[in-house]
């Protein structure tokens, strides 16, 4: 039994060396999931247009997560713009339409009535 004990590799030594290398993976990791929360929630648009369902892959999974949004998960800025749609309607236009819905449409009438007193 006393031979045994003694030709095991000593678990201090093994700890030792382990720790560092724990702590270096897990800033790596923690690293890799803040800048992809960070990089999620900055795009207008993202694969499969499910935010939360990519918050749960990158929190779940630990490296492998942030990693595989970086690669499949992220849309670039021209995909992004075709995938919203309106989105990339001019300020104008958005905001008349945003007058309607909140005031009822313009009525030409009245439009023409407010063009003659300005000029008259």
């Given at each position: 039994m006393t031979?045994?004990?003694?030709?095991?590799?000593?678990?201090a030594t093994d700890m030792k060396t382990a720790i560092p290398i724990l702590i270096v993976v897990a800033i790596v990791e923690l690293t890799l999931i803040?800048?992809?929360?960070?990089?999620?929630?900055?795009?207008?648009?993202v694969t499969f247009d499910r935010k939360w369902l990519w918050v749960l892959v990158?929190?779940?999974?630990?490296?492998?997560?942030p990693?595989?949004?970086?690669?499949?998960?992220?849309?670039?800025?021209?995909?992004?713009?075709?995938?919203?749609?309106?989105?990339?309607?001019?300020?104008a236009d958005r905001a008349t339409a945003a007058a309607d819905v909140l005031y009822g449409a313009r009525e030409e009438s009245a439009n023409a009535s407010s063009d003659e007193v300005r000029k008259g």
């Open positions: 031979l045994l004990i003694t030709s095991m590799p000593c678990a803040v800048l992809a929360i960070v990089d999620l929630d900055r795009r207008p648009a990158i929190v779940l999974f630990g490296v492998i997560g990693v595989v949004y970086f690669a499949i998960g992220r849309q670039e800025a021209a995909a992004a713009e075709e995938a919203a749609g309106e989105r990339s309607a001019p300020a």
